[in-house]
């Protein structure tokens, strides 16, 4: 690794969209940190991307566990000093109904998604603090935008009403604005993402038939992970640009 080159991390990696990602960051010529919660599954994600010429380790972490978030933080900054990108895209669904939804799911559903977002952003915050240009970009979701889920007439108007995903989602955007707010003036630009709906395991898991592909989806990622000085911070964006919340 150049001291010039861009290191990131992007957790939730070893499947799906954050494989995805992981891969064109890996493209564009960064150094990317693999996050995975099963070391063998990461190491074999990563793996596949080095064959195919990307600069890519695998990093054992779960958002869900402090033990594993410190250590990376650790192992990150012994090894690179530094952190210019940070992607929170590991995430869970599950949709119970409102009127039965059991709260140990809907518990669950929100550890990884927001407080997951919160443990793995703050203790690499440190270290995004050392970029000359960091950048921290939230996975979020349509069912997380209010004004999209709240409109009868809408694409989203026939979604079931969840206690868990939708809001979860919602709670990230309001995440992402704060994050932004607080570190305005830092450098550290901080939006959230909508893929769309994406054909993944999770999405299968629901009964969901997507036509989206994962690379369609990280690329909108991507580009919230690649912005210029004095590009956009604390908002909500898919390809075609800005969500309303």
Known sequence: MNNDQTIALVTGASKGIGHEI?????????????????????????????????????????????????????????????????????????SPALSTADLDVVRAVFETNVFGVIAVTNAMLPLLRRSSAGRIVNLSSSVGSL????????????VRPSASYGPSKTALNALTVQYAKELQGCG????AADPGGTATDMTRSLGYQMKRSAAQAAAVVVRLATLGTGGPTGGFFDEAGRVEW
Do not use: H, K
Not at 147 to 158: E, K, L, M, V
């Open 22 to 94: 992981a891969a064109q960051l890996a493209s564009l010529g960064m150094m990317v940190l693999l996050g995975a919660r099963d070391r063998t599954r990461g190491e074999q994600a990563a793996a596949s991307l080095r064959a195919a010429g990307g600069d890519v380790r695998c990093v054992v972490l779960d958002v869900t566990d402090a033990v594993t978030i410190r250590t990376a933080a650790e192992e990150i900054a012994e090894q690179f000093q530094r952190l210019d990108v940070l992607v929170n895209n590991a995430g869970i669904s599950s």
């Open 147 to 158: 004004a999209r889920i709240s409109d009868p007439n809408g694409p989203y108007g026939a």
């Open 188 to 191: 550290i630009l901080v939006n």
